[in-house]
């Protein structure tokens, strides 16, 4: 696991967009891994900026994103779908058919991991998997537990996780108490990995560097992947 350190978020943002956009240039199908959040709203701006200025082409990449809060639908303001066509979908040329979130109001949960999972293999694997990190540790919405779960499931989250998120509902009731989540082992498959984390994330970034690879820090386990690089911001 390598951790370049940049002066700020910015810096930080700008390094991960470029490597994203050498990846579609490299490979203009490429399977994304997307995250949502705080954290990389200006990797994506980046990414429509670069698209506005004809330097890089979505028409063929394809995304997988890592999350989806169980019982939103789509159209719901606080889905991680709505999160995406916000801020990156609506604004590049990526085809909506080649856009994948878990769907959140699936009838049959166990169905939807297991084809989500199965989609992430079907079309190649994931070629770059961004990610934030959870004061917590968690990756995706693997929360910290006793072991690491390898597929997609559904993760009950821990109250410090529906607290961190209520700043973006009205109401704390509001926030899922559930989601669908990529599981540490379909993380751990993708080809590379760029972590992207600011300096109040700086005492769960110091345990997953100093502990043991450990599912109560699930982040830990990135020390067991070929390709991780942490961009921190101080
Ligand atoms: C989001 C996700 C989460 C976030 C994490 C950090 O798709 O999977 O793991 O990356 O909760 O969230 P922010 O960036 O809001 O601090």
Redo the contacts with the bound molecule.
Sequence with gaps: MKIIEFNSHKEASEACAKVLISQIKSKPNSVLGL??????IVIYQNLVEAYNKGEVDFNEVRSV???EYYGLSGNHNQS?RYFMQEHLFNKVNIKPSNTHLPNGTAQDVRKECSDYENLINDIGGIDVQL????LNG????NEPSDYFADKVHVEDLQQS?IE?NSRLFDNIDEVPKRAFTMGIGTIMRAKKVILLADKNKIDIIDKVINSEVNPQIPASILKFHPDTTIYFSR
């Design positions: 995250a949502t959040g705080s954290t990389p994103n890592l999350d991680y990610l934030g990190i959870g968690h990756i995706g919405f996780t961190a």
